[in-house]
């Protein structure tokens, strides 16, 4: 889908020469056609979207004259092309802003309601209105996985002072908390991705004004706050994945715990059940010659002496503490 910002419908009085046929032009999943057409109308190398999912800094981030062509992954995974990172790319240059994008991006849905058929709009407001909306975004996933992390914190500890109850619904609750903590971690890993990403870019844009690129200083300023945000989220990023580390080796744990207990109850039954097997067994060969088939307290005596071997191995493990 090819879409033009001022919408096509504004006036050409309304825009400066250099910026008709759009100011801002945004390319959603597009064909072949759309991206020869857009390479053809504003002379630029429109990225494939193997093109744009290349690692390379050289292929991230390049400059062609005033022409600034990056691209960045985002935090989503496209399940038809096996989980692999849905790429993003911008072709900034002072007239205008290209966009390549093969997904719904939160920041450009809002960019988009208030730019509205704006005519006043020019590419590097845009490009730092989609930076902002962005980092923004990243920020209000990063505090909704913090308070994931928090609630799954609060469901394998327990509450202060309270003894979390143990059992079947213990159990399966844990097990609940390692997806829980798996998905985290997987978002928490994205994201990263698109924090990295938006550095790499910002950095990038910095660097090209040392070398003599005309940039408006409002468009410096508003990168320079971005940039400090990126920072601060990287490290909020370390932070929530330490956290989540923690938490899996604190709930592997608890499951190790659990699934010891279960062994050593187990053990106990089975040690317990040895010395009567042992009894039961040996009076029951029914040998000929044995004194006690014929004595008229042998059975009392044979039940006596079961119960005798199982009480005793049980007071022995209650004062060992085992059980």
Same mark, same amino acid.
């Given at each position: ?32 056609? =759309? ?16 093109? +744009? ?42 007239? %205008? +802003? ?33 930076? *902002?909306?962005?980092? *923004?975004?990243?920020?209000?996933? +990063? ?25 079947? %619904?213990?159990?399966? #609750? +844990?097990? =609940?908390?390692?997806? #829980? ?45 971005? %940039? ?14 330490g956290k989540t580390q923690f938490l899996l080796d604190a709930v592997l744990g608890f499951i190790n715990t659990d699934q010891n207990e279960i062994f050593k109850v187990l053990t106990i039954v089975s040690v317990v059940g040895i010395p009567p097997t042992l009894i039961a067994s040996m009076y029951g060969m029914n040998f000929h010659n044995m004194p006690e088939l014929s004595w008229r307290w042998g059975y009392p005596y044979g039940l006596a002496l079961i ?11 209650? %004062?060992?503490?085992?059980?």
């Open positions: 889908m090819l879409n033009t910002y001022p919408a096509a419908s504004t006036t050409a009085d309304a825009q400066p020469a250099s910026n008709a046929g759009g100011v801002w032009i945004d390319l959603l999943d597009p064909t072949p056609e =759309e991206t020869a057409r857009v390479a053809t109308q504003y002379q630029v190398q429109v990225p494939s979207r193997e093109s +744009l999912q290349e690692i390379e800094t050289s292929s991230r981030t390049r400059a062609e004259g005033e022409v600034l062509y990056m691209s960045m992954p985002l935090a989503i995974q496209d399940s038809a092309r096996g989980l692999a990172p849905v790429p993003l790319g911008f072709i900034l240059s002072p007239q %205008r +802003l290209v966009t390549i994008r093969y997904s719904e991006v939160h920041a450009f849905s809002n960019a988009i309601a208030r730019l509205g058929s704006k005519s006043d709009i020019t590419s590097t407001g845009v490009f730092a209105a989609l930076i *902002d909306g962005m980092v *923004d975004y990243d920020a209000d996933v +990063l505090e909704k996985l913090s308070a994931d992390l928090a609630a799954v914190s609060a469901r394998a500890f327990g509450q202060p002072g309270v003894t979390p109850i143990r059992g079947k %619904r213990y159990s399966h #609750a +844990l097990r =609940e908390c390692v997806n #829980a903590i798996g998905t985290a971690g997987e978002r928490l890993s994205r994201i990263r991705e698109t924090l990295l990403g938006l550095q790499r870019i910002m950095g990038f844009v910095y660097e090209m004004t040392k070398d003599g690129q005309q940039l408006p200083p409002e468009l410096l300023t508003r990168l320079k706050t971005a %940039r400090q945000d990126v920072v601060s989220l990287v490290e909020f990023q370390s932070h929530l994945s119960g005798l071997s199982i009480l005793i191995p049980v007071i022995w493990f209650k %004062r060992r503490g085992w059980w």
